[in-house]
């Protein structure tokens, strides 16, 4: 039977906020970002970004403006996903065994950590500053310590180690302790910081292996749908990470003053691949476990 019309009511209420908030937080972002760069307040230019091949514009308040807009792609895809999401009716696609797809909290911080994302850097390439280049790093966090998480406690529960009532409670202390930890070196002290972002997300692939290799010797598979969104997903960052390299400054695909720019090419595929791994993990659900409408409101009291 439909479930009552006043509990959908609050559903949806509740549900909006996924939208809400990342909307909020790219407009506040965004317009504090274009004040600080009109008005010249946004620092000391100490060419942050100069290693990504395009020239800079010295007296621009955009020092590349290439790279700058194609930054806003992940503020466009995290609203995209806040705006999906909110729009779902979680009832129709309930998965037991994945809370992501029924966590209206879940759902809106990965939203709102796309958006950041987007927002630090494109600050970032706009401004060259010392603090841009901060923030740009650390934004980064948040996300690859989610997809990094998630893929944790999915396998956990998969192996039969995690039961469904702690999944998400598990998944919030991992993540806040993970993100704090992985952070606090970067705010603190002004160093390189790729190796820990590269391997979070090493430790997502690796974990994503095992979960597979873990339900192909069972009879809950995972749906094809939800492997060729991570397959592509995979091909899309491999791709941009290998265009990201070639075209640094004095790389072989470097042309400062082109139009096409490769960092370019790497934030709008990996825009792309962030869209992908939020389609592989509404999707992702083994076959076995799947829970339809009549029976969550059997289970839940929907």
């Known amino acids: 039977g439909k479930p009552p019309t006043n509990g959908m009511n609050k559903s949806h209420q509740k549900h909006s906020l996924v939208w809400t908030i990342p909307c909020s937080l790219s407009m506040f972002s965004l317009l504090s970002f274009f004040v600080l760069a009109i008005t010249g307040k946004s620092g000391e230019f100490v060419g942050a970004a100069d ?5 800079n514009h010295f007296h621009s308040p955009v020092k590349q403006p290439i790279n700058t807009l194609s930054s806003i792609s992940l503020v466009l895809v995290g609203l995209w996903v806040a705006r999906y999401s909110n729009n779902r009716n979680l009832l129709q ?3 037991v065994s994945n809370v992501f797809t029924r966590s209206i909290h879940l759902q809106t911080v990965y939203a709102s950590t796309l958006v950041w994302i987007g927002v630090g850097s494109a600050f970032y ?4 500053t010392a603090w841009s280049g901060t923030w740009d790093v650390v934004a980064q966090i948040p996300y690859v310590s989610f997809v990094c998480i998630y893929s944790l406690t999915r396998l956990l529960q998969t192996c039969g180690r995690l039961p469904l009532g702690q999944v998400e409670w598990t998944f919030w202390y991992l993540y806040v302790t993970t993100t704090v930890v992985v952070s606090i070196p970067r705010l603190i002290a002004d160093i390189e910081y790729a190796g820990p972002i590269a391997g979070l997300i090493g430790a997502f692939l690796v974990l994503e292996i095992m979960r ?5 010797m069972t009879s809950n598979h995972l749906t094809k749908q939800a492997r060729r969104y991570l397959v592509n997903a995979l091909i899309c960052i491999a791709s941009g990470y290998t265009i990201l390299v070639l075209s640094t400054t004095d790389a072989i695909w470097c042309r400062a003053h082109s139009l096409l720019q490769g960092h370019a090419l790497w934030h709008l595929l990996s825009a792309v691949s962030t869209l992908l791994v939020f389609m592989f993990i509404v ?3 083994e076959v076995e476990m799947v829970v339809y409408k009549n029976d969550a409101e059997s289970l839940f009291g929907e």
């Open 93 to 95: 696609d309930w998965r």
């Open 125 to 128: 390439h706009a401004s060259g």
């Open 51 to 55: 290693i990504f091949c395009e020239a």
């Open 212 to 216: 597979f290799c873990k339900t192909t």
């Open 283 to 285: 999707t992702d659900v």
